[in-house]
């Protein structure tokens, strides 16, 4: 069982900046992947970034195409939290951010909502034009 609980999320201007974390509990979330997805108003949910359980050089990161290069997925060990800085967002960014656990991705990571067993409630990320 792994507990999520997502933080961080507000109001950000185009072009601004917001970092959300995610400080995951229980026995396996040190060696999960852990993905961040998104739900807009009337859409469906879908995958933002993820990243391996395991660390160092063979740590895998996969990203969203429309994100590349503005946003940023990290993972603190010490502190069992996964962080996703933000940067240049737009409008289009706005939703509701998810953060999910897939403990079967230690050496891999997937885009799909399917293989996450354990979510987080959710925090919303407004960006006004």
């Known amino acids: 069982q792994v507990h999520l609980v997502e933080s961080g999320g507000g109001l950000a201007q185009d072009g601004g900046s917001l970092r959300l974390s995610c400080a995951a509990s229980?026995?396996?979330?040190?060696?999960?992947?852990m993905g961040w997805f998104r739900q807009a108003p009337g859409k469906e949910r879908e995958f933002v970034a993820a990243i391996s359980g395991i660390r160092g050089s063979k740590e895998i990161t996969r990203y969203r195409d429309s994100v590349k290069g503005r946003f940023t997925i990290s993972r603190d060990n010490s502190k069992n939290t996964v962080y996703l800085q933000m940067s240049r967002l737009k409008p289009e960014d706005t939703a509701v951010y998810y953060c999910?656990?897939?403990?079967?991705?230690?050496?891999?990571?997937?885009?799909?909502?399917?293989?996450?067993?354990?979510w987080g409630q959710g925090t919303q990320v407004t960006v006004s034009s």
């Open positions: 999910a656990a897939d403990p079967r991705g230690i050496l891999t990571v997937s885009t799909s909502l399917g293989m996450y067993d354990y």
């Open positions: 229980g026995r396996t979330a040190s060696s999960s992947a």
